[in-house]
């Protein structure tokens, strides 16, 4: 279970193993992306849901240099799966991760005496320690200068300053990885009866568990502090962890206390060290986020704020991506062109018009929105903005049963479900925790983009709503748009009020959060944040769309009638007939047997829908062009043959929208969900609950519209 031993440099070994550890919003991610640029990998650790970052870059004489970024966090001893996988890579006792070899520790200096919290924990491992000193030019502003010279002699570890956004300090902290020398021993401060506890359980762990010294001393203190041992518990260590406890009790020893203030005692001693006022005036960088704040946190203007940038976002999503959306259908259409010409005539030239064009093509023709949706993400994030958000819409959200840090999960459940409900792991109240993996859902994901944006483009009518002079700057469109992202909000918000006082009945839990300074974005990272979750839906879209495509291409094809109509041939398919039977189910929120087909296949991922409509109408229209413009064309022509009517209309659009909205249409969220609550349970509860609600929903939407002339077909 134990790496090679650490040495004082590392100059030409093969490959050196460093772990990027720090609070959240230090600047840990940047640091990652500056360092690692695009050679990163990110998966999970096996049998937990926290996400595992690697990347790999060279140092200036040619050593491989591996680098794990570890879950952000505040203190080693685990209140959470992240905080533990932590402690865990530390310790060097997880089988799927190894030792490092070094660690760099990202501090930042705006909050240098809540940062080195987290420093002496680190150091009480025994890992040669680097420290990436960030935020100094921040803090300069302030009219504080921090002496990095200082700051490394009473660390006793490397300091390197580095403003990872423009690339400065990388060079030297690279230099510094491969002789980074020997931590010194943990200097924070204690009793003789609180270290004789330390001592006699950290020999213990030494002897039975074979853990180095250093690592056993962090490993003592974090199980004297809170019993949540990263080691297989067994009876011995449990009774010797019990009699610790209660010998420092009856000597009227509070060690949790005594061991907190003494890392701040030491934490405080460095920062006055080091720290030094440069300016008596006021603080243009404190009294700037202030006056920002008094609009973006103002009780009721705050709020306004937040629906306009959404409004916003989302508008821009539609509108500015219709032009580079156009460009993909146009290219995807030369494709289908060219292979016209080298394809004979057959089963093989229709599987590639109607297969993979009409069903990969028309998915990857929403590509450019998918791109500006994590865009904006990335840039809200990035700028302190997305943290005021989540302490303002804390006061909805307490009152619905949601704890404040819920809104970051369902925040991250708009580009997709599963990473959103894998963040609820932070939420340390249970039923707090079950109530935001049970909406996350409603929140629109990114694999809903594609079905929004073809029924909002095919069948509401392009009217302006509001704008300045000759200035459009809201289209029905656009607001029909964004008001289904609105409407998933305002349902999970529903939702957790009524789980709330009813299956989980339960205290709103209080909320705490620390509010990082406005900053510029670092371009860089929210570029290679957009690129990398977009090189998901192109991977998905080249794999599990692409085989769904195939497959729905081939039951919309056999058996062959040769003679039959297109429409007939289609509706007398494997695929029809398999239509004809969901139907009726659906027939009364006005979908067909194939939108019906589109819902069900699209229980594998929602943005299937799009492909699944792309190859149905190339079937039945195989000399047609592929792509979103051509495909909403097909889909409004297409008419019912027994009534005569137009199978799609304005009102069966924002039905279907609404639907999708509020299904369950994700497999693999199914999974996360119950893997995340340890059993069936909640995640068939989850599927029944958001089906019945969509089904209720549409039906009252479709008959409502109908009922005031809004169904004309």
Known sequence: MQASSNLAGFTGTREIVAALVGNPNCGKTTLFNALTGMRQRVGN???????????????????????????????????????????????GIRSDSPRPDVVINV????????NLYVTSQILDTGLPVIIALTMTDMLEKQGTSLDAAVLERDLGVPVCVVVASKGEGLVELLERVTSPGNPPPPAWQVTDAVRQAISELQQYLQQRHELRERAAFAEAVSLLIQDNSALTSTPQLEKLIAATRDRLAAADVDFVTRVIEARYAWASRIVTSSKSKTSSTALPEAS????????????????????????????????????PATAVQSGVAAVGSIAAKILPSGDLRQLFDAGVLGGMGTTLSFLPQI??????????????????????????????????????PLLSSFACAIPGIMATRTIGDRKARLITILIAPLMS????????????????????????????????????????????????????????????????????MELPPYRLPAWKTVVMQMLERSWLFIRRAGTVILSISVVIWFLSSYPKM??????????????GQTGQIIAPVLRPLGFNWKMGVGIASSFI????????????????????RVGQASLGKRMKEDVNP?????????????????????????????????????????????????TALAWIVSFIIYHTGLALGWGVR
């Open 107 to 114: 501090v930042d200096a705006t909050n240098l005496e809540r």
């Open 562 to 575: 040769p003679n039959a109509a297109p429409q007939k041939a289609l509706t007398g398919s494997y695929l």
């Open 371 to 408: 791109l500006l949706l994590f865009f904006f993400i990335g840039l809200l994030e990035d700028t302190g903005y997305m943290a005021r958000a989540a302490f303002l819409m804390d006061r909805i959200m307490s009152r619905v049963g949601l704890h404040g840090k819920s809104f970051i």
């Open 642 to 690: 027994r009534t005569g009517q137009r199978v799609f209309t304005p009102l069966v659009a924002v039905t279907l929208m609404v639907y999708y909205v509020l299904a369950m249409q994700c497999i693999s969220t199914v999974a996360v969900v119950r893997r995340e609550t340890n059993g069936w349970k909640w995640p068939i509860f989850q599927l029944v609950y958001m």
């Open 445 to 512: 994901c990114s694999a809903r983009l594609p079905v929004y944006l073809l029924m909002t483009s095919a069948f509401i009518p392009d009217r302006r709503v509001f704008g300045i002079g000759p200035v459009t700057l809201l289209t029905l469109p656009g607001v029909t748009f964004t008001a289904m992202y609105f409407l998933g909000m305002a349902a999970a918000f529903l939702m957790a009020w009524a789980f709330h006082r009813t299956l989980l009945k339960g205290v709103s839990p209080s909320f705490l």
């Open 605 to 624: 991922a929602r943005e299937v829908f799009v492909s699944t409509m792309g190859t149905i109408y190339n079937v039945d229209s195989p000399d047609s």
């Open 45 to 91: 650790y096996p049998g937990v849901t926290v996400e595992r970052k690697e990347g790999k870059t060279t140092l200036p004489d040619g050593t491989n240099l591996r680098l794990l970024d570890l879950p952000g966090l505040y203190s080693l001893t685990p209140h959470s799966p992240d905080e533990a996988i932590a402690r865990e890579v530390l310790l």
């Open 288 to 323: 700037t986020t202030e006056r920002i704040d008094r609009l973006v946190m103002h009780p009721f203007w705050g709020y306004v704020l937040f629906f306009a940038v959404m409004a916003f976002v989302f508008q821009v999503i539609f509108s500015l991506g219709q032009g």
